[in-house]
């Protein structure tokens, strides 16, 4: 009962998380997750911040333009990992205010390979 | 140098595989003399790890950058403090820090139980052993901070915003939470193994969940605190798997401390509270694979990293193994006690239980959820704050109102006259409470309102306790009101400290719901000489101020401050600027507060952004009543410490009860 409950909920309430590469033709609110791709532009409190976002573990093919206002983390910038919740508008991902969150500073060290 | 550490890993592993595996036979077979050899091996395990730790403490002092691990998480113009706090910065030195608390833990539970009978304490060793043995080898295998390389000229270097002294305390806490969950884990399953299935596993270690379950809430508030005064949101917890890492096993440790009460008053749910402590210690090591191995949130972006796997797997092991063993020993384990009444002390603590693990299991799955979601839709799905807090609010409230309830209520079965008598005061002032609330303006959020209004219920519940109590002990007594007041709480430890830690949960609720529900904030471009209104503060953008610090530039925005017209002192929000390289410094953003004690609000002002043309880019949050929240900390430390004191009538009564264990109840 609690599962199904919770089903419900998670489907109602939850946000498909996304490589840059997969966004396209979604228009519903999504996650993107991925690299920063410079030179990052433009003003995050007025016209909005902007750049390109590539997979992580892609290429610059796989990159999407993206325009983000509000609040920019001290740990963003290009070549870092991040994730933005947003939509789709045309060509451009619009990040929601807010919602752009880098790679948790605690997991600094580097990634084995 | 790590030559020493790599062979002190290596002996550590030895003694933890000779205490597991030689322990685990001596236990089968009851052969005394391998019993306590096991016991020694675990102990010079504990020895070993020591060494291996300094050996690490010493080269992360002397920046010997020779270490991989050295030179990965720290650099020379880090302050010592930071520098040596980077062992439990990186994965290698977390690991290493869980062996060495775990033996070090494992050792002082020994020592402490002594006299425990030895078939009891020959299971005790060999199940810590094994634990402690998956850590050992992790560390010797895969992820070895004795690593050497041709030493750089310097070090990456600790990341700014960790560069912070809750950020030294912090995740020691969380460990020594997590690890001490293994303590009573231990205990319960030695328990189930030697066939003993009564309490004196619960009573053993219930001081050892408290404390654990103490380190964890410390720890989490601390680390809320940090994000607070650090990341610059205005907020103090955010719902990331890593900070829920933390809360769930708290919670579940939360519902163990009450529900081993009816065990050991009414001898029932004995099977609940195995079940228990075992979800508690999955949990915890759950909790230590969410926080090292970036599981869940690069989840399809990275190759799960080496250790998660083995995680996984141990985790899978112990899982499997510890609910095998209580279903083998379901027969004995059963208890034929009922519940008597609905109506009742033990079913308000049942109620708080289901709640509590209702909650957990609800993090939970928000947790893994992407994974799930991956595997059966292709595709993961995240869930956001949104979800938590509908499920905060959902189980919160209810158990903040049996927070009231369940003291007041009787044991076995309570008659409703007794109970309209008894909450009549409390009932009373959560309704006068609510009625000044709402002419105040707080029906502008609903469950703000509800909180508050229950939090005053709880708060009367927990005042009338303390009075009828008091009254009591001095009608009793003839002593004076303060003399009976002390003497109540000292010959109830348990039950005074849990109503201290309950009113500490009060000032949580109220300090969350204050600062979520009725904050203010406002957001605006400032050039010198601009202002800014919000609620009863105006803060007038002076001028930017530039200093040098030790291994950092600090930039500054300096803002003079007003409250009701009346000058109110200056603010510095601004950046810190670490020249790690020509290119790319960085940057850690430095909120500014202004704390009013009396009112418990904040002025919390954020410069999210100081640019070229010389203005800045202020949030300004005004958070009533968020201060309530550390408060309660301070009261929760209290609270938890009177439970915790030892007592010497409980353990005489204890020791005539479980007749062979009567140091075991100092542990």
Redesign the interface.
Known sequence: M??VF?LY???A???????PSQLEGRTAEV?I?GKVLGPVSG???RAGLRFRLQD??GDAKSAIRVVYKG?????F?AGR?I?L?GRLQGAVFVGAP?TLVT??????????S | MAELGRAALLVALGALAFSSLVGGFAAWSGRRRLVLAARNALVAAFGASLVASAVLVVALASRDFSFEYVA??SSRDLPLLYAVSSFW???EGSLLLWLLLLTGFSTTAVALNRRLRIELLAWVVPVLATIALFFAALLVFLESPFQLQAAPADG?G?????QNPYMLIHPVLLYLGFVGMSVPFAFAVAGLLARRTDEWWVVATRRWMLAAWLFLGVGQLLGARWAYLE???GGYYGW?P?ENAALMPWLIATAYLHSIMVQEKKGMLRVWNVLLVILAFELSIFGTLL?RS?LI??????AM??IGAWFVAFLTLTTIASLALVFARLPILRTQTKLESPVSREATFLYNNLLLV?FC??IL??VI??LI?EAVLG??????Q??YN??LRAFGLPLLLLMGIGPLIAWRRASLRSLGRTFIWPFGGALATGVILVAAGAGSSPAGLIAYTFSAFVMGAILLEFVRGTRARAALSGRSTAASLLSLISLNRRRYGGYVVHSAVVLLAVGVAGSSAYQTVR?A?LLPGDTLAAADYRLRFERLADRQAANHKRRRAILSVERQGQAAGTLEPG?NVYPVSER?P????EVAVRTNWLRGEDLYV?A??I?PDGSV?L?VYVKPLVNLIWIGGFVFILGSLIALWPDAREQRRLALRYGEAPVAITA
């Open positions: 609690l599962a919770l909920t998670s489907i309430g939850g946000t498909p998380q996304l490589r996650t997750v003003d995050a409190r992580v573990e609040s920019v983390p001290d740990m910038r990992d994730s919740k807010g790679k948790c500073p605690s997991k600094y060290s580097a990634k084995k | 990965k998480t910065g990186g994965q990456a600790l990341n700014p915003s960790l990341i610059g949101w990331d890593v926080t970036g949130e690069s989840v399809h972006a990275f990293s080496p209702a299991l609800t799955w928000g959820y992407p979601s595709e993961p799905i995240t869930v956001s949104p979800y509908f499920f957001e471009r950046k790319q960085l940057f850690s953003t954020v999210d952004q640019n880019d949030t």
